[in-house]
């Protein structure tokens, strides 16, 4: 069994599908980003930086239990316990992982200040909008010419390159991009939303999650509360 400690935001639903699609036994453990859970030590002792998901597996590589944080590493974990949606020959590897980098360090950053400009922040600044939806609109093309020369972003098959975009795309709109503008991620994207195993990830604490109404919750979310 596998304890899941996330919520229902981008960067939990590459956990959730991941585990979907590998039949891997779960228990989610909800962790609250709005009201300050994850601030709470029994968290921090598994998440240092005090951010979403992270997992307890009981049965680690050595029979052991290990825990790990941060998204890309705990696909990176469970494509390696599984031998599922990461090549094993090193070329198809490689391919993989520097799509797996491109969400971790652009993708999953640059929405995010997008979202945080365009919809949270308590002052409208044009000069940072504008600088946010046109780099939003930048990757999405990024992402439309490689699927417009390969089936998936890490190539012929499905992987981990998939699921980790994926999610951050889902709120398109927010972040000032037309999917239509890009018709062969649009194609890819509407293929992979559809997959059994996605529509159950994204499921998971999907009733839970409310809107960002409150001022506190905003100065909890957005590092004004909390260490």
């Not at 304890?3 to 989610?28: F, Q, S």
């Not at 499905?158 to 239509?180: C, H, M, T």
């Not at 195993?197 to 109404?213: C, K, N």
Request: hydrophobic letters at 40%; glycine letters at 8%.
């Amino acid at each position: 069994m596998i304890d899941v400690y996330t919520w229902a935001t981008p960067n939990g639903h590459k956990v959730h599908i991941m585990l979907e699609e590998c039949a891997l036994p779960y228990r989610v453990v909800p962790v609250d980003i709005g009201s300050g859970a994850q601030f709470e030590q029994h968290f921090l002792q598994i998440s240092p930086n005090n951010k979403i998901p992270a997992i307890v597996d009981h049965d680690g590589p050595d029979g052991k239990e290990i825990s790990l944080f941060e998204s890309g590493a705990i696909l990176l974990y469970l494509a390696g316990k599984t031998g599922r949606l990461l090549p094993a020959d090193v070329r198809g590897k490689y391919e993989v992982l520097q799509w797996l980098m491109f969400q971790m360090g652009s993708v999953g950053p640059m929405l995010g200040q997008a979202h945080h400009f365009r919809l949270y922040a308590p002052e409208k600044l044009p000069y940072a909008i504008e600088r946010y939806t046109k780099e939003a609109q930048r990757l999405y093309g990024v992402i439309n010419r490689r699927l417009a020369a390969s089936t998936y972003l890490g190539g012929k098959e499905y992987s981990i390159a998939d699921i980790a975009v994926f999610p951050w795309l889902r709120s398109w709109k927010n972040q000032g991009v037309e999917l239509s503008d890009y018709p062969h991620l649009r194609g890819w994207f509407d293929e992979i939303a559809n997959r059994p195993a996605v529509l159950r990830g994204l499921e998971v604490l999907a009733d839970q999650r409310q809107p960002l109404t409150t001022d506190k919750a905003r100065q909890v979310l957005f590092g004004q509360q909390g260490s």
